[in-house]
């Protein structure tokens, strides 16, 4: 089993940053890869961006050049940063942690960005 717990999530102006956390604990494999999706309501959940255990990346379109993911592979963190966010990101966002023959989900924090 895996937990993850998200942090960060908030109301922000358009133009603004946030930063959101997600810390996995529990039976952590070496070899995996974290990341960020999306949801709003009636739509499908989407990727924001993933990160694997040796660092490479991936980002959505909608996303590139503003948003940057990281993580601590000692601290088994993963972290979005989000600057010049707009009103269409608004969204719930989810951490998500995939290894072989596993996927588990965050519970997912709210981002709200006004215009």
């Known amino acids: 089993q895996v937990q993850l717990v998200e942090s960060g999530g908030g109301l922000v102006q358009a133009g603004g940053s946030l930063r959101l956390s997600c810390a996995a604990s529990g039976s952590i494999f070496s070899i995996n890869v974290m990341g960020w999706y999306r949801q709003v309501p009636g739509k499908q959940r989407e990727l924001v961006a993933t990160?694997?255990?040796?660092?490479?990346?991936n980002y959505a379109d909608s996303v590139k050049g503003r948003f940057t993911i990281s993580r601590d592979n000692p601290k088994n963190t993963v972290n979005l940063q989000m600057n010049s966010l707009k009103p269409e990101d608004t969204a719930v966002y989810y951490c998500?942690?995939?290894?072989?023959?596993?996927?588990?989900w965050g519970q997912g924090t709210q981002v709200t960005v006004s215009s």
């Open positions: 998500n942690y995939r290894a072989v023959y596993i996927d588990y």
């Open positions: 990160i694997t255990s040796v660092g490479s990346t």
